[in-house]
């Protein structure tokens, strides 16, 4: 089973609407954190948010949060107010421990990505 | 402060070639990881180091790949000998912390994109 399901492999919004991209994931680790990245077409990897698992508060960094509902494994980034520089590829990324595994070190594991494309 | 910075940006070789890639972590950043990119496999961890120390190379894909961190602020990933399958992206990305908890975020560089013909 994938570790983290990004369903949406393209997703369009209008500049200036809030928009979802889903993620989904899949850990038995009690202690685990949830990443977001931004990659835009320049290529570079740009981090974004960061969720705990024991946070009791849904993460925010200015315009992106992250709607957190951890029974249901699920951690959203929303972002509000889009811009056409939110134009990119994201990903979703978890870090657990590896223990449920029977490994010993921490990972960090992508998903696939959702292509952004904000429309002027 | 700079960020990560990685070299070259961009490199061609032909199959058979032994490819360096390097990379400066973040000033201060005790960890430092090696990934690979792909429209097939997306990003996948290689390796990482702590304090200059391999701690698990298990995603290495073979014998051809090695890397090394000979001090804080230097580390290269070597591919000998190159083949077509090795085109790729390459990512360095460095972190303060890698211990389970807020300060884990790895910072990423900028890339080297490697085409092996």
């Known amino acids: 089973a994938q570790k983290i399901t990004q369903t949406q492999p393209g997703m369009f919004v209008q500049e200036k609407e809030a928009v979802t991209l889903d993620c989904t994931y899949d850990t038995s680790d009690p202690s685990y954190g949830l990443f977001w990245y931004k990659q835009p077409s320049s290529g570079e990897m740009i981090f974004l948010i960061y969720q705990g698992s024991y946070d009791q508060q849904n993460a925010t960094e200015g315009r992106y949060s992250l709607n957190f509902q951890k029974a249901r494994k699920s951690a959203n980034l929303v972002i509000s107010a889009s811009q056409l520089g939110d134009s990119a590829m994201y990903f979703c990324?978890?870090?657990?421990?590896?223990?449920?595994?029977?490994?010993?070190?921490?990972?960090?594991?992508f998903g696939k990505g959702t292509l952004l494309t904000v429309n002027p | 402060d700079a960020g990560v910075i990685q070299s070259p940006r961009h490199e061609v070789t032909e199959m058979g070639q032994e490819v360096t890639l390097r990379c400066k972590p973040i000033?201060?950043?005790?960890?430092l990881f090696w990934y690979r990119q792909t429209m097939m496999r997306g990003l996948e961890l290689l390796i990482y180091f702590n304090n200059n120390v391999p701690i698990d190379d298990s995603g290495m894909p073979e014998d051809r790949f090695s890397a090394k961190m000979p001090n804080a602020s230097f580390s290269t990933l070597k591919i000998q000998p190159s083949e077509p399958r090795d085109s790729a992206v390459y990512f360095c990305?460095?972190?303060?912390?890698?211990?389970?908890?807020?300060?884990?975020?790895?910072?990423f560089g900028p890339g080297t994109r490697l085409t092996v013909l």
């Open positions: 000033s201060g950043h005790d960890y």
């Open positions: 990305a460095s972190s303060l912390y890698w211990t389970g908890g807020a300060g884990d975020t790895q910072y």
């Open positions: 990324a978890m870090r657990e421990s590896g223990l449920g595994s029977g490994g010993s070190n921490y990972k960090l594991t």
